[in-house]
């Protein structure tokens, strides 16, 4: 998926909100917003979105002088979910349709801002969003696929959003192996990050080597090209993979939810809808 | 009220906005936004928004060739109110309590975006919006003022919107003067968007003489200031006016509804909620 002109102002506020979290002051946030709006000349529309991320967050980073300004958001939102865990995992075991359920958990890690909310919302939270609607839901054809695959390529998306993953592919019982960021990028998942949900527990964890908040290909390891290549089926999770991977004919399933106009549209949905939509799957 | 952070790319988002709405192609849409991005900088976080409103808006104007890009949905606006106006008349004159219906309708007038909606719509939208909850409501210190006041200065905002102001002149009965902008921005109501809507049968209208979507009060003429230092009662309509007129200590009621969140936060209401505020009025 290209940039669309929405994403530019979008770029503007994720500058403004980091610089908030990290609690620059508002004359630094504005200096940042100034070098920002000089950079616009520099966005390639046919790019994906998360491909310009890179440059916005490294603009953010030097503004910030913190490297990973989301570490404390991450290791809370881990914290959080793990609270969970228990329960969740005793929910899906008691399931009639333990992989179904896992399923919309997995989706569910997605919509969950787990930097601001209490483990006590979290619950009452993922409650209300088990009852969403959802815009895209090719689910049979996901468990039809995955009956037929011997192993999986599963690419992480959110700090936190990991421990959900966790459970999905505990339910799966499949060989996983489970990508990562390869540097730390807004609240995505790296090594360290996955290792803190306990992912290395239940499948092999590695670095698809792009530090792009997304899989730009041509920017990951040979090795990691070489396992998206031969992979059976592959499960994306979140919009920045679904941003840089939308194009691919690969046997993908995307399991996001749409958060943004662009994306939305995109994918033929509303803003808010849950998503498990196949790619060029046949 | 002074500009926020938040304001910086909001106005990117307005200037996407209005580039859509006159068909400008994607192309040109991003060198404006190039061209914007490269003007944060001359951006005062004193000045009030409405303020830097007009350099944007000089820029948009520079890009689309047109000194009024929202003409044609101003036109469509007034249309649409005056075809709801037989029947909201009819529905005040049938009221218990006229003037307090005349004030629901006014603000509510504030909340519609003529430009999309259809006059049906309209309809079952004024019958939601009438059900709103409301942040503040100083309606009884309004109308104590009024009926100690002899005459009204009345600051328009948006054109359609006026329809719903010349309702509650006639339900008011008092001597209005009813102040316009000097030039077409955005769809604020200018003298000649008054006229369609049919103000000129109730009121005295004029302009401030200043041409932002405000009422940045050392651009207006003498004589509007000589008006607003002398009114007993001032309306003020709109987010614009507020933010202009915020901090001044005359006898103004703030009738909007706060459409952002940096407007709802300064009023100290929640984001949607209409409001009826006494500035420093005792």
């Known amino acids: 998926m290209r940039t669309f002109l929405d994403c530019i102002p979008c ?11 990290v609690g620059l002051s508002d004359e630094k946030i504005l200096r940042l917003l100034i070098d920002l709006g000089g950079k616009i000349k520099n966005i390639k529309l046919d790019d994906p979105p998360p491909k310009t991320a890179v440059m916005v967050y490294d603009l953010i980073n030097s503004y910030t002088g913190k490297t990973d ?20 995992k005793k929910e ?3 399931s009639e349709d333990p992989l179904g359920l896992a399923i919309r958990f ?13 483990s006590y919302d979290l619950e009452s ?22 009956a037929r695959a011997d192993w999986i390529l599963y690419l992480g998306d959110n700090t936190g959003e990991t421990v959900f993953d966790r459970l999905l592919i505990e339910t799966l019982a499949h060989t996983v192996t489970y990508v990562v960021r390869e540097k730390p990028i807004i609240n995505d998942a790296t090594r360290e990050d996955a290792l803190a949900a306990g992912l290395d527990k ?18 990951c390891t040979p090795e990691f090209r070489e396992l998206f290549r031969k992979a059976p089926v592959i499960i994306s999770k979140g919009q920045g993979n679904y941003e840089t991977l939308s194009d691919s004919d690969a046997p993908i ?16 949905v ?5 998503v498990l939509a196949s790619g060029h799957l046949n």
């Not at 939102?77 to 865990?85: H, I, N, R, S, V």
């Not at 569910?108 to 209490?118: A, E, L, P, R």
């Not at 969403?132 to 839901?137: C, D, N, P």
């Open 253 to 268: 399933f995307f399991f996001l939810k749409a958060k943004c106009d662009v994306v939305a549209r995109h994918l033929g």
């Open 92 to 94: 899906i075991s008691e």
């Open 125 to 146: 939270e993922i409650q209300k969003i088990m009852d969403q609607s959802f815009g895209r839901w090719d689910e049979e054809k996901f468990k039809k696929a995955v």
């Open 270 to 274: 509303i803003k808010g809808d849950l």
């Open 11 to 21: 770029f503007m506020i994720q500058a403004l909100r980091t610089g908030r979290l």
């Open 202 to 219: 239940t499948a092999t964890i590695i670095s698809s080597g792009c530090a792009a908040p997304g899989t730009v290909l041509d920017q």
């Open 69 to 88: 300004p989301f570490k404390t958001v991450k290791k809370q939102g881990t914290e959080k979910a793990l609270a969970l865990y228990p329960q969740l």
């Open 106 to 118: 997995a989706i569910t890690g997605n919509v969950i801002d787990f930097g601001i909310s209490s």
